[in-house]
């Protein structure tokens, strides 16, 4: 499904402060359906408390986020139905099976699903019997994903979710994030990852000490930055050493 100029998020003003410090700072921006939409920022730029606060994770101290016309803040129950969240460092219960791990996220939304199609929809079919703690980092990142999605959430959010993944398994979840995208499931994420925000955002914003400075396309970002002058050693290459590992090692994802 393309995305639509009908918005699903609308931030107006949010802001989060700790002792005294401001760590979001009046934000605005919103979110078409359909999109994926970056956010961009060094260390304590303020982005996962920004996710947090529209996750209802964290207290608004101003401003408010708006999902599908319903405000967050004052409905922080119906929001948890209506999203998806892949956390930084997802956790399950040990010693329970992928199949009955999804069972229970589905029956915590009132859902009740085909735990094995889910799980063939991210190539782990073969691992509907194991156990989390026998899967792998990408594993574990995409069976994450699944269970964020067992109740077809409007908005998915995701928190730097290829740091510590091999090439392989990096470029794996960027084709499921994409594919999230074309049922209609609007994507956020944040990433320290250039190359996967050129990649993947339809849109970008940039952060820094909790205010956005910069929002727009990366191909818009790119281009504004040249036109301002900017210039550096022309090196134009075909393939960089990700493709070479990709090429020798192969591009399927290993079990």
């Known amino acids: 499904m393309a995305k639509s100029d009908e918005a699903i998020l609308k931030v107006e003003n949010l802001q989060k402060s700790y002792d005294g410090k401001k760590a979001v700072d009046g934000i605005s921006f919103d979110v078409k359906k359909g999109e994926i939409f970056g956010i961009l920022g060094p260390n304590g730029a303020g982005k ?12 608004i ?6 999902i599908d016309g319903v405000d967050v803040a004052a409905n922080p129950y119906k929001i948890r139905g209506m999203i998806g969240v ?3 460092t997802p956790g399950f219960q040990d010693k329970t099976k992928l199949t009955e791990l999804i069972q229970m996220f589905a029956a915590a939304y009132g859902e009740k699903v085909d735990p094995k ?7 782990l079919g073969d691992k509907a019997d194991s156990f989390v703690e026998n899967l792998s980092g990408g594993q574990k990142q995409r069976f994450s994903i699944v269970t964020a999605l067992v ?3 409007k908005v998915f959010f995701l928190d ?5 993944l091999d090439p392989q398994a990096r470029r794996n979840l960027w084709e499921l994030i994409e594919e999230v995208r074309s049922h209609g499931i609007s994507v956020i994420l944040t990433t320290h990852y250039m190359d996967e925000a050129e990649v993947l955002c339809d849109r970008i914003a940039i952060m820094d ?7 727009d396309t990366p191909q818009n970002l790119i281009k504004d930055l ?18 070479v590992f990709i090429d020798l090692t192969g591009k399927a994802l290993r079990v």
């Open 61 to 66: 101290d101003g401003g408010t986020a708006m």
């Open 86 to 88: 892949q956390p930084q």
């Open 151 to 153: 109740h077809s959430p």
């Open 160 to 164: 730097e979710p290829t740091t510590g």
């Open 48 to 59: 996962t408390t920004t996710l947090e606060m529209i996750e209802t994770l964290r207290e």
């Open 209 to 215: 000490h909790g205010k956005i400075v910069k929002l």
């Open 117 to 123: 199609k889910f799980l063939d929809e991210v190539n």
């Open 226 to 243: 040249l036109k301002r002058g900017f210039k550096k050693e022309q090196k134009v290459e075909q393939a960089n050493l990700e493709d």
